[in-house]
């Protein structure tokens, strides 16, 4: 009986998250042979490609743009989080603490917000499990959608 209940919570652990979200996203990288003949197509075939609008920062340093929809830049933004993983975010954190004007007496007075450090460890636990959850639907729907669109029907998860 224990078994089955520590399988079910390593499951839902959050190193098997992530080692999902990189196995669906390594799987993409590598169905996805021509990158460019997945622009302006739309992610989901009953949307319509939005507007083009910044969304973040990669991580270069430049804008990335995010045209909603659009499967080219779901595919770069799920392999710049996929980097982003596996080497680490502290230069990319601080290239965006200097755009953002973040001072040192800033960064002390939130790093002395230690009142409940284990919710809030909880509360970032359960967004960063969900986010990973849906970012891995969004790259296994992607390389099943490259699938479609270059006329491999059946491969895929």
């Not at 089955?4 to 990189?22: E, K, P, V």
């Not at 989901?44 to 499967?71: C, L, W």
């Amino acid at each position: 009986m224990m078994q089955i209940s520590d399988s079910y919570n390593q499951r839902n652990s959050l190193f098997n998250a992530m080692n999902r979200f990189i196995g669906a996203v390594n799987n993409m990288d590598q169905t996805v042979m021509v990158p460019s003949l997945l622009r302006d197509v739309p992610l989901d075939e009953e949307e319509e490609v939005k507007t083009i609008s910044p969304i973040r920062t990669a991580s270069n340093g430049s804008a990335a743009y995010f045209q909603d929809g659009d499967m080219y830049n779901y595919y770069v933004l799920l392999k710049s989080i996929r980097n982003d993983i596996e080497w680490g975010v502290l230069q990319a954190d601080d290239r965006r603490k200097e755009k953002m004007g973040v001072t040192a007496l800033d960064i002390s007075r939130i790093e002395s917000d230690d009142d409940d450090l284990e919710k809030q460890f909880h509360y970032h636990l359960t967004g960063l499990h969900t986010v990973l959850s849906k970012l891995t639907r969004k790259a296994n729907t992607l390389t099943n959608r490259y699938n479609q669109e270059i006329g491999i029907r059946g491969c895929g998860l």
